[in-house]
């Protein structure tokens, strides 16, 4: 078993055991996100995991399913293509914005409430159709996993990246300058990016328990990575695919969203709150606001170099800034503040008015004792 197996098991089964006792939780199953750029593994990792929670002596219904089996269909694509006919970063699938996450969010709402001997529908995407650029298949060609679900596995390569509170011209120039000769991008096309992620934040990651995360030593490595994962698609299934020269562009495309969004991820995990003054989501922190599992360390981030071998490994813990809290507790906090500041107004005032009254009345007395 590979250490990177070894360790996501292990992560996975630990805090089934505590989501199990959680009396919050009413025989719901429990939902794993998993994290890794292209080539990284996830996929293979998810398959293993799924036989593995299958057999003896766990004897789990496992589930799972990507982020990418929900990407738009192809000639939706084209259609986002075409509404952002300047932007490199929407000619093609990939990024926050190319998928349905209205069908993503109720297939894992399905999973979720699914009654014992109910069947529920999984879009599968085929990403060789298209010469590459893919397209989702008919229903028909769904998978169709029968209830009571213990755990569900859910992937994705840009799962668990959030939205920046401002994209500025120095993000953009220093994107362009690492990425010399390829992607060159303009403020307008990253703020695109940046919106769409706030739809994933809000509607699809408060599904998530637990977070699993691949990721790399060195950003470089998803060249090689996506590269091999090309060539054994087009070798074990024997379809056309994308040229080299093809996937080094596709993944040019997504070097962006790497250098903007896996610095959080890498250092504060899944279910820490943001450091550059992101306030503190219902999911996040060490007890979650919207009832959900709140096991310690739900994160562990596993490092990987370019022959997929484990660097370290370790699970994160929630952080949270009490001095940037949730938006209603902020709003609260600034009427609290008002309320406090109109008092003491008040009180000084209500001083001085005492004072020029007890004034007044020695002043008076003074003259009637000397008259």
Same mark, same amino acid.
């Given at each position: 078993?590979?250490?990177?197996?070894?360790?996501?098991?292990? !992560?996975?089964?630990? !805090?089934?055991?505590?989501? $199990?006792?959680?009396?919050?939780?009413?025989?719901? @199953?429990?939902?794993?996100?998993? &994290?890794?750029?292209?080539?990284?593994? $996830?996929?293979?990792?998810?398959?293993?995991?799924?036989?593995l929670l $299958?057999?003896?002596p766990y004897n789990l219904n496992v589930v799972n399913f990507s982020l990418d089996d929900v990407y738009l269909k192809h000639q939706d694509q084209l259609k986002l293509a075409q509404r952002y006919p300047q932007n490199l970063l929407y000619q093609q699938r990939g990024q926050a914005g190319s998928h349905d996450l209205s069908l993503a969010t109720s297939t894992l709402n399905a999973l979720l409430k699914a $009654?014992?001997?109910? &069947?529920? @529908?999984? @879009?599968?995407?085929?990403?060789?159709?298209?010469?590459?650029?893919?397209?989702?298949? %008919?229903?028909?060609?769904?998978?169709?996993?029968?209830? @009571?679900?213990?755990?569900?596995?859910?992937?994705?390569?840009?799962?668990?990246?959030?939205?920046?509170?401002?994209?500025? %011209?120095?993000?953009? %120039?220093?994107?362009n300058r690492n990425n010399s000769g390829a992607v060159q991008l303009k403020l307008e096309d990253v703020r695109v990016l940046n919106e769409e992620l706030r739809r994933y934040e809000k509607e699809l990651y408060p599904f998530l328990d637990i977070f699993i995360h691949l990721s790399p030593a060195r950003l470089e490595q998803v060249y090689a990575w996506r590269l091999e994962q090309e060539h054994h698609m087009k070798q074990t299934r024997g379809v056309s695919g994308l040229s080299d020269e093809a996937v080094r562009a596709f993944v040019d495309s997504y070097m962006p969203a790497y250098e903007l969004y896996l610095p959080r991820l890498d250092k504060v995990g899944f279910f820490g709150q943001g450091y550059k003054g992101e306030s503190l989501k219902n999911y996040e922190g060490r007890e979650r606001e919207d009832k959900g599992y709140s096991g310690s360390e739900r994160h562990l981030k596993i490092v990987l170099d370019q022959d997929r071998k484990v660097v &370290? &490994?370790?699970?994160?813990?929630?952080?949270?800034?009490?001095?940037?809290?949730?938006?209603?507790?902020?709003?609260?906090?600034?009427?609290?503040?008002?309320?406090y500041r109109c008092a003491l107004v008040g009180v000084i005032g209500l001083i001085v008015f005492k004072r020029k009254l007890i004034l007044d009345s020695f002043v008076k007395l003074s003259k009637h004792w000397t008259s």
């Open positions: 078993m590979l250490p990177q197996t070894s360790e996501s098991l292990s !992560h996975i089964l630990h !805090h089934y055991q505590l989501f $199990k006792q959680d009396k919050r939780i009413d025989g719901q @199953p429990m939902i794993v996100g998993i &994290s890794g750029c292209q080539g990284s593994g $996830k996929t293979t990792l998810c398959d293993t995991l799924t036989h $299958k057999q003896e $009654k014992e001997g109910e &069947s529920v @529908p999984i @879009p599968v995407y085929d990403k060789s159709l298209y010469e590459g650029k893919g397209d989702r298949l %008919e229903s028909s060609q769904w998978k169709y996993p029968v209830a @009571p679900f213990d755990i569900v596995l859910f992937e994705g390569w840009m799962l668990g990246f959030k939205p920046l509170n401002e994209i500025t %011209e120095s993000d953009v %120039e220093r994107i &370290s &490994s370790k699970t994160i813990k929630e952080t949270s800034n009490p001095r940037l809290t949730r938006p209603n507790e902020a709003q609260q906090l600034i009427t609290r503040t008002l309320l």
